[in-house]
């Protein structure tokens, strides 16, 4: 079956119990057992639960995964894919990362003894030449957040294979839809479901897909060890949420392009970042390993932090707030959002610079998303010459 019939059908046969069409919520911590060892295959909801079960199934069937894991949130999952790292072990990861991937590299990971790496993140030759070899992990998101570059996931999995490492790859920006990771030769599949795969804002949550038996068994592992798993009505917001996501992402991408068409010839815009222009520097990469562009467009004025400040101010269909992926377009700033808790230096060093913007573009009609950014910008070239007029009085 092809991917949106996948996405809606995938995990989700006919209740057994009563033939509902939907998956129930399953809203229940345990199940009753006929006798001794003798149950249905759920005991305890940390451990399986039906809805969430449903929720795997479907993820891995996107993906093209043997397996799927769903977790509480993007960052559960990304921890316990971490969980099967030791003492001594090394990871090199993409320089690009998701700030709260950055922190718990430094914070947790790093003082349990297990050091890192982080080199250019479109540079495939630098992962080749920061192996060693305790490497165990290469970690990538593509395209990274919030710079939009890519990496060459088959060119990158092949430098871990070759090693006998893995290759997990961060899909929530590109989605399934756009892009398949594992089918290019990567090994593991991280998502925060709370993005795109949801596409409604209103669930936390995350998923490890893989087809590697071992990474399976010892991530299942963790996940009861460690119990950071979504409840059954969050699952079941996902699998709602998800049906959806081949119609979203075709309309993400086009409204998308347009917004980076429009921006690129704006005079006020001095950097945009989107790789379904052909002046994008991954561009052909991209046109490669991904089935459309995407629905996030980042850029930087050519001004100054106060100048960002009237543009968000004055935005009204796009919402200033974290997160991306939902129906509704949001506007970010990462220096002091979402990559806060990266050092100052470090951020600037990445490029990631205090006039620096993110759109997660929504699925809104596209001219209403212009016309709004239109008249945030004409509010912007306002105060700027009241400024000049007022120095020159
Ligand atoms: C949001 C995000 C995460 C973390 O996910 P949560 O669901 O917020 O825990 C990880 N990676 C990327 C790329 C993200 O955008």
Known sequence: MK??????????????????TITPIYQTSTYTQEGLGEHKGFEYSRTSNPTRAALEACLAALENARYGLAFGSGMAATSAVLSILRPGDHIIAGDDLYGGTYRIFERVIRPMGI????????????????????????W????????????????????????????VVDNTFATPYLQRPLDLGA???VHSTTKYINGHSDVVGGAVLTSDEQAYTDI?????A??????????WLVLRGVKTLAVRMRQHCENAMRIAEFLAEH????????PGLPAHPDHELAQRQMAGFGGMVSFAFDG???????????????????????????CCHPASMTHGSIPAEERERRGVTDTLLRLSVGIEDADDLIADLDQALQAVAATRSTAISGAAR
């Not at 991917?3 to 033939?19: K, L, V, W, Y």
């Not at 299942?220 to 009861?224: A, E």
């Not at 460690?226 to 699952?235: K, M, N, T």
């Open 220 to 224: 299942k592992f963790y996940q009861n």
């Open 304 to 330: 100054t932090r106060a100048d960002v400040d009237t543009f968000v101010r004055h935005l009204k269909v796009f919402a200033l707030a974290e997160s991306l992926g939902g129906v509704e377009s949001l």
């Open 267 to 274: 005079t006020l815009v001095r950097d945009i970042y989107y």
């Open 115 to 138: 050091t890192i790496d982080y080199v250019p993140a479109r540079e495939t030759g630098a992962y080749q030449a920061a192996l060693r070899p305790e490497t165990k992990l290469i």
């Open 3 to 20: 991917f949106a019939t996948r996405a809606i059908h995938a995990g989700q046969e006919a209740d057994p119990a009563t033939g509902a």
């Open 187 to 189: 090994h593991i599949v």
């Open 226 to 235: 460690a119990g950071g798993v979504p409840s059954p009505f969050d699952s």
């Open 140 to 167: 990538v998101e593509t395209p990274t957040n919030p710079l939009l570059a890519l990496v060459d996931i088959a060119a990158v999995a092949n430098i871990a294979r070759e090693h006998g490492a893995r290759l």
